[in-house]
């Protein structure tokens, strides 16, 4: 067969030819159909203290350039492989993309015998996303990634865009429960958007977090009922005190912080905190003021403990009688008010705890807009 038979596209001896071939086909006065699929095969490294989320994508891109079709009964070859640059292709660009690798720099175009033309680009890409980690650990978020071909106009181009899963390993933290796409609408560029419903598992941050602020938040109740006379007691608040602040230090570090809509655990664990605290300086100062009252009543004793005193010796020497009628008082009414404080204090943490149970329910937040979707620019214009 004579390759001179061959259309002009095939030769690449017209440098004016292969230029005009380059250019975006014409499709009359509708803009080219560009049929997209989207095969999702991995989604990792999902790092909510970056806001990032890395995926790996296959692209099937087919549209109908007429330029390229042969005549089927002189050349019954039906298809053929031609380098990607040596054609006209839609030009991508990934808007929420921090970093694109492309698998093959220089992907082959298979091109039919009707001018149909198909396109793979196999690509791993880390993007940007704003999770909404409000319900953390239990958090579910939208991930998007909106392809541009900046290079064209929508009187030029028009995509129809399709997202298959191809992602057979759950072994995640975070799993995908849905994909799909969407073509936005009131565009200056043609534009596809891949959308990834991302959830949290969950079970590791459970048992990190949630177990060990629960378990010291009980050893703190359990606390309460030594004796406010133990020296034991000030020591133990004090050791769950300090010990839970390391725990709240590396707490806020694992938690990502945001503008708005801060996952409800930084405000729980930090009321967890208060608690503590203010249990802590109670056994703290009941303690100091029983320890300075008894000093005060060894030192110098009222007229009433020495008219008792005296009435005791009159009666007889009992001892015990005796070291219950000098600190007596003094205990008396320490102790009813630590086991006043201990009944307020156990209905306050089961008070918090319902109130963040129905916080973790039914709350919700909005995040606010980003100043470029507020306005067209981030400002308001204004004649």
């Given amino acids: 067969m004579d390759v001179d038979t061959w259309p002009s596209f095939f ?102 015998q009707d001018g149909h033309v198909e396109l793979y680009l196999d690509l791993t890409t880390e993007t940007n996303c ?36 191809q992602i057979v390993s759950v072994k995640r933290e975070y799993v995908v429960r849905d994909l799909k796409t969407q073509v936005p609408t009131q565009q200056l560029v043609p534009c596809f958007q891949v959308t990834l419903r991302l959830q949290n598992t969950a079970l590791k941050a459970v048992i990190a977090l949630l177990v060990p602020g629960e378990a010291l938040l009980l050893a703190d109740l359990c606390g309460g009922l030594l004796p406010l006379q133990a020296t034991e007691r000030i020591a133990y608040k004090v050791t769950l005190l300090l010990g839970y602040l390391v725990f709240h230090s590396s707490l806020v570090q694992a938690l990502p912080g945001s503008s708005s809509c801060n996952p409800l655990l930084i405000y729980y664990f930090t009321v967890l905190l208060l608690l503590l605290f203010i249990s802590t300086m109670e056994t703290v100062l009941l303690a100091g003021l ?45 102790e009813a008010a630590d086991h006043t404080f201990f009944l307020l204090y156990v209905a306050g943490v089961v008070c918090s705890q319902f109130i963040f149970i129905g916080l973790w329910m039914w709350a919700t937040c909005k995040s606010d807009p980003a100043p470029g979707e507020a306005t067209p620019h981030g400002w308001q214009l204004r004649l």
């Fill in 130 to 165: 704003d999770f909404e980690l409000l319900h953390f650990p239990r958090d579910q978020s939208d991930c998007t990634l909106s392809f541009y071909a900046l290079s064209n106009t929508v009187m030029e181009l028009e995509f129809q865009a399709h997202v298959v899963n």
């Fill in 290 to 334: 029983l320890a300075r009252d008894h000093l005060r009543a060894k030192s110098s004793p009222s007229p009433v403990l020495r008219r008792e005193q005296q009435d005791h010796e009159a009666i007889g020497p009992n001892p015990e009688e005796a070291t219950r009628g000098v600190t007596g008082s003094q205990r008396s009414w320490a």
């Fill in 11 to 112: 030769n690449l001896s017209s440098p004016l030819e292969v230029q005009e071939t380059i250019q975006i086909p014409n499709n009359g006065s509708a803009p080219l159909l560009v049929d997209v699929q989207v095969f999702v095969s991995n989604v990792f490294n999902v790092d909510i203290l970056r806001y990032t989320v890395s995926s790996m994508l296959l692209l099937r891109l087919s549209w109908l350039d007429t330029r390229l079709a042969w005549n089927a009964s002189a050349h019954p070859r039906r298809v053929r492989t031609l380098p990607w640059d040596s054609l006209w292709t839609p030009e991508l660009t990934i808007q929420e993309a921090l970093r694109v690798d492309w698998q093959d720099q220089s992907p082959q175009a298979q091109v039919y």
